[in-house]
Nanobody
Framework: EVQLVESGGGLVQAGGSLRLSCTASGSTFAHYSIAWFRQAPGKEREGVSS????????DYADSVKGRFTISSDNAKNTVLLEMNNLKTEDTAVYYC??????????????????????WGQGTQVTVSS
């Protein structure tokens, strides 16, 4: 089974940037599509961005479009989330998730929790005003 570990979280001022990393062990990320989720206190865990291994497509939540970018560094078996122009509303625990590639998932499920089988422990991102 694949194990996921997030890193790169921290404290940043509004308008600043952070880069989160999700590193896989036990399997290669080449076999999985990857997504980032986040959960703020008192809120549900929401999908932030996803990367499809089978067609290379990406999806972003409306709240982060134009600010966040997801990418895959295959040499390091790592998926990155570049976060720019951070807002206080981005404060949350960010989680990396994976689902098997090569599977035809229903349309519109790339940012839905129920369609992901593997999860990291999360990394805290705090954006100050």
């Amino acid at each position: 089974e694949v194990q996921l570990v997030e890193s790169g979280g921290g404290l940043v001022q509004a308008g600043g940037s952070l880069r989160l990393s999700c590193t896989a062990s036990g399997s290669t990320f080449a076999h999985y599509s990857i997504a980032w989720f986040r959960q703020a206190p008192g809120k549900e865990r929401e999908g932030v961005s996803s990367f499809s291994r089978r067609d290379g497509s990406t999806d972003y939540a409306d709240s982060v479009k134009g600010r966040f970018t997801i990418s895959s560094d295959n040499a390091k078996n790592t998926v990155l989330l570049e976060m720019n122009n951070l807002k206080t509303e981005d404060t949350a625990v960010y989680y990396c998730a994976a689902r098997l590639a090569g599977v035809s998932y229903p349309a519109g499920t790339s940012l839905l929790r129920r369609y992901y089988d593997y999860w990291g422990q999360g990394t805290q991102v705090t954006v100050s005003s």
